[in-house]
């Protein structure tokens, strides 16, 4: 019984059919060829081992979502459902944004957003705030949590700011 509570879960694999749709609506390759082709590359990535999506671990199917949305933000794939939703670990997928310079809420290009105001009279050319928390947002994000304020956002968005040291 621990073994099972242990494999993917039926949401884990739902989610990684998804993502390959997206995939395959964007490129124009088959979802099936695009899984064998994805499977191979993480496993090449990761630790070389084979995997199946029947009955892998929980842990294994969150590491090659992990790895599909990182693949579809550096090859500008649109994503219909929200990256976020798709993992386990929400501040890993918060810092993956700010590294890959991705919308935390929409997967667009975005920029950095200082979850907690760096305030007026500092240089923020010479100011060293990685203990500020950050999120990545988009244009249209970045005004809208300027615009509602930030604890809404939050509220609305089930994100906040991370602390993030870049490099």
């Not at 124009?28 to 995997?51: I, Y």
């Not at 957003?113 to 928390?133: E, F, L, P, T, V």
Request: aromatic residues 8%.
């Amino acid at each position: 019984a621990r073994e099972l509570m242990n494999q993917i879960s039926s949401e884990q694999r739902k989610k990684i059919f998804a993502i390959l749709k997206d995939m395959e609506n964007h490129i124009g390759e088959d979802a099936e060829a695009l899984r064998a082709k994805t499977m191979e590359g993480f496993a090449k990535a990761t630790d070389g081992e084979d995997f199946s999506l029947s009955d892998c671990s929980k842990d294994r199917a969150g590491e090659y979502i992990e790895y599909l949305i990182r693949l579809c933000f550096s090859m500008g794939v649109p994503l219909k459902d929200s990256p976020r939703d798709a993992f386990d670990d929400i501040e890993k997928y918060l810092a993956m944004c700010l590294e890959l310079k991705k919308c935390a809420i929409c997967g667009k290009d975005g920029e950095v957003h200082h979850w907690d105001a760096i305030g007026a009279g500092r240089n923020r050319k010479k100011y060293d705030d990685h203990s500020n928390r950050k999120i990545c947002l988009c244009r249209e994000h970045h005004t809208e949590v300027e615009t509602i304020g930030r604890d809404t956002f939050a509220e609305k968005y089930h994100v906040e700011g991370i602390e993030y040291k870049e490099g």
